[in-house]
């Protein structure tokens, strides 16, 4: 369902307009002939996987970048933001998913930041800080949020600091607010509270753009979704008319069919005891309760749309943040993991879904790149020679079929593909008993992908277990023994191996 413009006269005017706009970047189309129609008095969802163009549309839309095609206007007036302030002049504002202000400042110098009233004659002004402190309030009180606004932006909680950036916005007399992943850091109460506030401005004729993750979240506040896939508009739907199901297909680009009989895969060797047992482990604002095991052998996928919570599970098991609710237990004995180097003493590896930021040293070599989980094991008193790590390093380039001029070749100038190798031979060399991989294949080549995919069957037959988190979801079925599908932070159900990819799908919408 693409959408017409309206036929018949005393039709609503869209507060903001864009047909056509289209974006590429080095000859790749990232938007191809988009459109976007936001109405005043609405909560307008903005849908789509990963690559699909959302930040881009809302890069051009708030003139980060200029549009190569398209028109857009505002108000019924052409409009071509030449930057963000140039936007945020027009009436754009935009809430990131990171708070974008300045925690060393108060919370009435963030909302009036480039803004501060003024007093005292021309050439010799100061700040009025009464005036600006009292504005602040008014502003943040509109928001049911009555907090002292002299106090440093940090000494208040996260959900506070995203309120306080949502009163900046309407500071500036905003006509189009744009929510950039509002909620990823907020528990369901503070959620909650955002809503509330929401549907009093959409009651006030304020047109928002939403962009989320969380199918619930969506048919919560949402009075029409626009859904984009691979940079181009697949259609604009009220939300009423389009189911979780409806939805997802929109997003993925095929039906979901009719969950068949797959010819079951060999189940992994199970131990008595998990070799890893979660049991409600939760972080506030970050993860829902979640029970989890996995034993020796056994590949176990994560499957989920982008936002599910994957990458927070992943994190929490090892060690990257904490968890506050629940309890991990290793070989069925409790543990707590201060820190990363904690999970590795017990066994456990992480390829991160960020290969070139939390992954690689792009600057080091290949051969330092891979030495370098197990020197952290092994610490500075037991420092690994020159030697050491070129054994190291040459056992596993053959091994798994790195492609490099020589292992002491910078990994940067290194493909993708075999960057993430070099990511796999760097844990495999700590010998781990748990490896998780998070997006293990993302950005690289078809061949490369078949390699670690095979790889990781060899490994969980060699009797190590495997967490395997993809955004594809051929290759979580391709590889799992079991399931975990996980939908808005929290676990809704696990299917066993030769589950087909639509059940997956079914399952992440069933009473979204």
Same mark, same amino acid.
């Given at each position: 369902?693409?959408?017409?413009?309206?036929?018949?006269?005393?039709?609503?005017?869209?507060?903001?307009?864009? !047909?056509?706009?289209?974006?590429?970047?080095?000859?790749?189309?990232?938007?191809?002939?988009?459109?976007?129609?936001?109405?005043?008095?609405?909560?307008?969802?903005?849908?789509?996987?990963?690559?699909?163009?959302?930040?881009?549309?809302?890069?051009?839309?708030?003139?980060?970048?200029?549009?190569?095609?398209?028109?857009?206007?505002?108000?019924?007036?052409?409009?071509?933001?030449?930057?963000?302030?140039?936007?945020?002049?027009?009436?754009?504002?935009? +809430?990131?998913?990171? +708070?974008?202000?300045?925690? $060393?400042?108060?919370?009435?110098? $963030?909302?009036?930041?480039?803004?501060?009233?003024?007093?005292?004659?021309?050439?010799? #002004?100061?700040?009025? #800080?009464?005036?600006? $402190?009292?504005?602040?309030?008014? #502003?943040?009180?509109?928001?049911?949020?009555?907090?002292?606004?002299?106090?440093?932006?940090?000494?208040?909680?996260?959900?506070?600091?995203?309120?306080?950036?949502?009163?900046?916005?309407? &500071?500036?007399?905003?006509?189009?607010?744009?929510?950039?992943?509002?909620?990823? &850091?907020?528990?369901?109460?503070?959620?909650?509270?955002?809503?509330?506030?929401?549907?009093?401005?959409?009651?006030?004729?304020? !047109?928002?753009?939403?962009?989320?993750?969380?199918?619930?979240?969506?048919?919560?506040?949402?009075?029409?979704?626009? +859904?984009?896939?691979?940079? @181009?508009?697949?259609?604009?739907?009220?939300?009423?008319?389009?189911?979780?199901?409806?939805?997802?297909?929109?997003?993925?680009?095929? @039906?979901?069919?009719?969950?068949? @009989?797959?010819?079951?895969?060999?189940?992994?060797?199970?131990?008595?005891?998990?070799?890893?047992?979660?049991?409600?482990?939760?972080?506030?604002?970050?993860?829902?309760?979640?029970?989890?095991?996995?034993?020796?052998?056994?590949?176990?996928?994560?499957?989920?749309?982008?936002?599910?919570?994957?990458?927070?599970?992943?994190?929490?098991?090892?060690?990257?943040?904490?968890?506050?609710?629940?309890?991990?237990?290793?070989?069925?004995?409790?543990? &707590?993991?201060?820190?990363?180097?904690?999970?590795?003493?017990?066994?456990?590896?992480?390829?991160?879904?960020?290969?070139?930021?939390?992954?690689?040293?792009?600057?080091?070599?290949?051969?330092?790149?891979?030495?370098?989980?197990?020197?952290?094991?092994?610490?500075?008193?037991?420092?690994?020679?020159?030697?050491?790590?070129?054994?190291?390093?040459?056992?596993?380039?053959?091994?798994?079929?790195?492609?490099?001029?020589?292992?002491?070749?910078?990994?940067?100038?290194?493909?993708?593909?075999?960057?993430?190798?070099?990511?796999?031979?760097? #844990?495999?060399?700590?010998?781990?008993?748990?490896?998780?991989?998070?997006?293990?294949?993302?950005?690289?080549?078809?061949?490369?992908?078949?390699?670690?995919?095979?790889?990781?069957?060899?490994?969980?037959?060699?009797?190590? !277990?495997?967490?395997?988190?993809?955004?594809?979801?051929?290759?979580?079925?391709? +590889?799992?023994?079991?399931?975990?599908?996980?939908?808005?932070?929290?676990?809704?159900?696990?299917?066993?191996?030769?589950?087909?990819?639509?059940?997956?799908?079914?399952?992440?919408?069933?009473?979204?």
């Amino acid at each position: 369902m693409v959408y017409r413009e309206c036929p018949h006269a005393g039709c609503p005017q869209p507060t903001l307009r864009l !047909a056509g706009v289209s974006k590429s970047f080095f000859g790749v189309k990232a938007l191809n002939h988009v459109g976007l129609r936001l109405f005043p008095g609405e909560v307008h969802a903005l849908m789509g996987q990963n690559g699909a163009g959302k930040s881009t549309l809302i890069k051009v839309l708030t003139g980060v970048y200029p549009a190569d095609a398209g028109e857009m206007s505002l108000g019924g007036q052409p409009i071509a933001p030449a930057s963000p302030q140039d936007a945020q002049a027009l009436g754009i504002s935009t +809430v990131y998913q990171e +708070v974008n202000l300045c925690p $060393n400042l108060s919370v009435a110098e $963030n909302i009036f930041a480039g803004r501060y009233p003024r007093k005292g004659a021309a050439g010799a #002004w100061r700040i009025d #800080w009464a005036l600006m $402190n009292a504005q602040a309030s008014e #502003w943040l009180a509109k928001l049911n949020l009555r907090i002292d606004v002299t106090r440093r932006l940090d000494s208040y909680a996260v959900a506070v600091q995203q309120m306080v950036a949502i009163a900046r916005a309407l &500071s500036v007399q905003a006509k189009v607010l744009i929510l950039d992943e509002p909620t990823s &850091s907020l528990d369901e109460d503070e959620v909650a509270r955002l809503f509330d506030v929401l549907r009093r401005l959409r009651g006030e004729g304020m !047109a928002i753009l939403f962009v989320t993750h969380f199918l619930e979240q969506v048919y919560a506040i949402s009075d029409r979704i626009t +859904v984009l896939r691979n940079g @181009e508009l697949v259609g604009e739907y009220p939300a009423p008319a389009l189911s979780p199901s409806m939805l997802i297909t929109a997003m993925i680009g095929r @039906e979901l069919e009719r969950q068949g @009989e797959v010819a079951p895969k060999v189940a992994a060797s199970e131990s008595a005891t998990p070799l890893l047992r979660a049991q409600g482990l939760a972080q506030r604002g970050q993860l829902q309760p979640i029970d989890l095991s996995l034993h020796a052998g056994e590949v176990v996928g994560l499957g989920g749309l982008l936002g599910s919570g994957r990458t927070e599970l992943a994190r929490l098991l090892f060690g990257l943040t904490s968890h506050d609710q629940g309890e991990l237990k290793i070989d069925g004995r409790a543990v &707590s993991f201060k820190s990363p180097a904690d999970a590795v003493k017990h066994g456990l590896g992480l390829c991160p879904e960020e290969r070139k930021t939390d992954g690689i040293v792009a600057e080091l070599s290949v051969r330092e790149n891979i030495a370098l989980a197990l020197q952290a094991r092994h610490g500075l008193a037991r420092f690994l020679s020159r030697e050491q790590q070129a054994e190291l390093a040459e056992r596993f380039v053959k091994e798994l079929g790195i492609k490099t001029a020589s292992i002491d070749t910078p990994i940067g100038l290194l493909s993708g593909g075999n960057q993430q190798k070099a990511m796999l031979a760097r #844990w495999l060399a700590t010998e781990p008993r748990l490896l998780i991989l998070d997006e293990p294949t993302r950005g690289i080549d078809v061949a490369a992908k078949q390699e670690i995919m095979e790889k990781i069957l060899r490994l969980a037959e060699g009797g190590m !277990a495997v967490l395997f988190i993809s955004s594809e979801m051929s290759e979580v079925v391709r +590889v799992s023994h079991r399931i975990a599908v996980l939908r808005d932070r929290r676990k809704v159900g696990e299917l066993p191996a030769g589950s087909s990819e639509q059940a997956v799908y079914h399952l992440i919408a069933a009473d979204a």
